[in-house]
């Protein structure tokens, strides 16, 4: 059974808020993830709909929350864009045959590669904070995790955990930081770049 209300409560920094329900009665916790499929964003005051469920602790929550007039897709007609997993182990692929040539020292795909589970368990720990209303991993954080060579492992968990994925602002600034990553190591393959991993100890 589908609800309806008004979002009359939002942090979008914590990405959750509260619904009052049309005719009144308890608010409802609204987290961000509850939102089905990849919807704008709220702001606080949008009209909603939503299915009523209950947490952990007895608590009311929203589910499945649509804006009112959005149409919900059964739950298998929701497809999944598989090409973060294709841009991340294709970078990585590429990062490993450049090694394997001669290109690039083993210590970079090392770099890319530790620094992407890092960046990973950082997006895990930081989505259970959210859940549970803790203490956050600052955005600024994340970024410099994806900046160092982490973006790959970012994305797969932007994906698989649905978390920092549709907020614009942090979408924009993740893939300045992929941008900036990425011209970095374009450097470091150009004949210059390669003089100055050579003068590198140990690499």
Known sequence: ????????RWNDDKGFGFITPNGGGAQ????INAFSGRQLRPVGDELVTYELAVDDKGRAQARTVAYVGTRIAPPRARGRSKLPFVIAFGFLLLIGAAVHLGRLPAAVLMLYSGASLIAFIAYAIDKSAAQRDQWRTRESTLHVFALIGGWPGALLAQRLLRHKSTKPSFQTTFWITVVLNC?????????AGANMLRTIPGI
Do not use: D, N
């Not at 409802?28 to 987290?31: N, P, Y």
């Not at 011209?183 to 004949?191: C, F, H, V």
């Open 183 to 191: 011209g970095a190591l374009g450097w470091l393959l150009s004949p």
């Open 28 to 31: 409802v916790f609204l987290h």
């Open 1 to 8: 059974m589908r609800h309806q209300g008004r979002i009359t």
